[in-house]
């Protein structure tokens, strides 16, 4: 099917930078979320990330004004019924995500093809809550999703041809690429992103190294852009120990299982950059280690 318009489900992080690209790439976009708060800051990110784009000459002033007037918000689930694809980008809390596909169903009209960008939750469970399993995919965007080229493309038990083949159209028409996963816990990049990660909070832990020596010792002993334990402040601990717990829950094996540190600073709302804590406090003008 020829996918001309798209919904998009949570103006958070991930739901802003969906948008950002789909309407930067000529799709008709809603963007909806519960709180207008959040749809009027996630206007403002992708104002503000565009006209980065257009300042680096990598978009055309034109083309970001264009993509800005591609864009509409809602407050209303039902107001995506009539749309092509709908990729859903809330919590990464399974609970969460059923009760919006369960709402957002009834509404649905017979060609709308459903997605979640979840980062480790089954999309056959996912897909069984719907009317449409079979018009069900995982649509797994990298953050922050206007500058990463990688989209995880993950079937479930019934998912059809026809929807992977328009998923795969659509991820070329945004100039990205398509990495086919199978269904199962946390997919192809987390499974084995995030137990490194976990391997690192350990190695703290365990006092092996502090926060800056391990992430330095990745940075320039592995090269890796980030260190781990920065990356995952920058992911959000709640999302990885999230990720951890779909892992250990899922493949019932304990190397999986979530490093106890992870979870005290989850407990402790310390939950990287978005809450200004984290294996880093960031309030001052230089990140400083918090162990």
């Given at each position: 099917m020829d996918i001309r318009s798209v919904g998009?489900?949570?103006?958070?992080?991930?739901?802003?930078?969906?948008?950002?690209?789909?309407?930067?790439?000529?799709?008709?976009?809603?963007?909806?979320?519960?709180?207008?708060?959040a749809l009027d800051r996630a206007l403002g990110v992708?104002?503000?990330?565009?006209?980065?784009?257009?300042?680096?000459?990598?978009?055309?002033?034109?083309?970001?004004?264009?993509?800005?007037?591609?864009?509409?918000?809602?407050?209303?689930?039902?107001?995506?019924?009539?749309?092509d694809l709908v990729i859903e980008a809330a919590t990464e809390r399974e609970t969460v995500k059923q009760a919006i596909f369960e709402d957002l169903v009834p509404h649905l009209a017979p060609h709308t093809i459903l997605t979640s960008n979840t980062s480790s939750i089954s999309i056959t469970r996912l897909a069984s809550r719907t009317d449409?399993?079979?018009?069900?995919?995982?649509?797994?965007?990298?953050?922050?999703?206007?500058?990463?080229?990688l989209v995880e493309l993950i079937r479930?038990?019934?998912?059809?041809?026809?929807?992977?083949?328009?998923?795969?159209?659509?991820?070329?028409?945004?100039?990205?690429?398509?990495a086919s996963a199978e269904d199962f816990p946390a997919f192809i990049v987390n499974r084995i992103?995030?137990?490194?990660?976990?391997?690192?909070?350990?190695?703290?832990?365990?006092?092996?190294?502090?926060?800056?020596?391990?992430?330095?010792?990745?940075k320039l002993g592995a090269n890796h852009p980030m260190g781990p334990l920065e990356l995952a402040d920058f992911i959000g601990l709640d999302?990885?120990?999230?990720?951890?717990?779909?892992?250990?829950?899922?493949?019932?094996?304990t190397k999986y299982r979530p490093c106890p540190l992870l979870t005290k600073?989850?407990?402790?709302?310390?939950?990287?950059?978005?809450?200004?804590?984290?294996?880093?406090d960031y309030r001052g003008e230089v990140p400083v280690p918090t162990r």
């Open positions: 998009v489900v949570g103006a958070g992080q991930m739901g802003n930078g969906i948008a950002h690209v789909f309407a930067l790439a000529g799709f008709d976009v809603m963007m909806m979320d519960v709180n207008p708060d992708i104002r503000r990330n565009l006209d980065r784009q257009v300042s680096r000459g990598k978009v055309a002033e034109a083309e970001a004004a264009a993509a800005l007037g591609r864009i509409r918000t809602t407050y209303r689930l039902a107001d995506l019924g009539p749309l449409r399993p079979e018009k069900f995919m995982g649509f797994h965007f990298m953050n922050p999703v206007p500058v990463m080229q479930g038990i019934a998912t059809d041809d026809a929807t992977y083949r328009a998923c795969l159209d659509v991820v070329a028409r945004l100039g990205k690429t398509a992103l995030m137990p490194m990660i976990n391997e690192a909070v350990y190695t703290l832990y365990e006092g092996v190294g502090n926060v800056r020596s391990i992430d330095e010792s990745l999302t990885c120990l999230a990720i951890m717990n779909v892992l250990h829950e899922g493949l019932a094996d600073y989850v407990e402790a709302g310390w939950l990287g950059r978005k809450t200004q804590r984290g294996f880093y």
